[in-house]
């Protein structure tokens, strides 16, 4: 008796832009036809680390679809100090205020790791998105996703250890990369969650004694990643639940 073989499924090869650059955002992907004017007017971009996107009162005139690796929101004090209160990656979109017709940012942008995304003209948006309803609608959405996050991340630092704070911030960082393999310092770590670079360096030799990561110079693996998961604080995990009921809800 013959057998029978499964043919075998090629892939489908990621969306492209009008250049040929192949599209990761997860607010671009899947857009109807109708909105095919945007993709005509994105730019590519690489950011190098710690390229600036804008200062606080910057003038939004251009703003950005994440496509990989992480750009970092941070909240910038009078002297200088300054605390991540959001990160956006191939997930999301950087220029919220120009939404609801603010024209200055309120937040530093910054890449923390190389990445990519894909740029447009601040005025050619909020000119097409009357004429693209879909993109709107999901632009909005993750404006309210991002809201949830700052004010979790609010509580979050006020109510929980580093070290939970730390396995929670790796764990949004992994997602947003896509890698368990995060180039980042201990100095930068501490900047990010607002403490000390010696809080950070205990919090993260608790998560190494116990197996779940390993530090060398500027680098961090993940090699545990549910163990991680179990080390956070519950915020991770009602981020997660809040932002997966609210997208299920929306199809």
């Excluded at 005139?61 to 990160?87: A, C, H, Q, R, W």
């Excluded at 693209?132 to 949830?148: A, D, G, N």
């Excluded at 809080?199 to 545990?224: F, H, P, W």
Aim: proline share 4%; hydrophobic share 40%; charged share 20%.
């Amino acid at each position: 008796m013959a057998k029978h073989t499964r043919p075998s499924v090629t892939p489908k090869p990621p969306p492209t832009d009008a250049r040929g650059n192949q599209i990761h955002n997860e607010i671009l992907l899947g857009l109807s036809n109708g909105c095919g004017e945007l993709l005509a007017k994105l730019e590519y971009v690489r950011l190098k680390v710690h390229s600036v996107l804008f200062e606080p009162g910057d003038a939004l005139k251009s703003v950005y679809f994440g496509n990989s690796g992480m750009i970092s929101i941070l909240t910038v004090f009078p002297d200088g100090k300054s605390v991540e209160v959001g990160m956006v990656g191939k997930e999301g979109f950087v220029g919220l205020p120009l939404l609801v017709g603010f024209q200055t940012a309120s937040t530093r942008a910054v890449s923390q790791l190389d990445a990519t995304a894909f740029r447009v003209n601040g005025e050619a948006l909020m000119a097409i998105l009357p004429r693209c309803p879909e993109l709107e609608q999901r632009l909005q959405q993750y404006s309210q996703i991002s809201t949830m996050q700052v004010t979790q991340i609010a509580a979050c630092n006020r109510l929980h250890e580093v070290h939970e704070r730390l396995a929670r911030w790796l764990l949004m960082c992994s997602d947003r990369v896509s890698s368990n393999d995060l180039a980042l310092t201990q100095e930068f770590l501490g900047q990010m969650l607002g403490t000390r670079r010696s809080s950070v360096t205990v919090a993260a030799g608790i998560l190494q004694e116990a197996g779940i990561i390993t530090t060398a110079r500027g680098d961090v693996k993940i090699v545990n990643r549910k163990k991680l998961e179990d080390a956070a604080c519950e915020c991770y995990g009602i981020m997660q639940a809040r932002a997966r009921e609210w997208r299920n809800g929306s199809q």
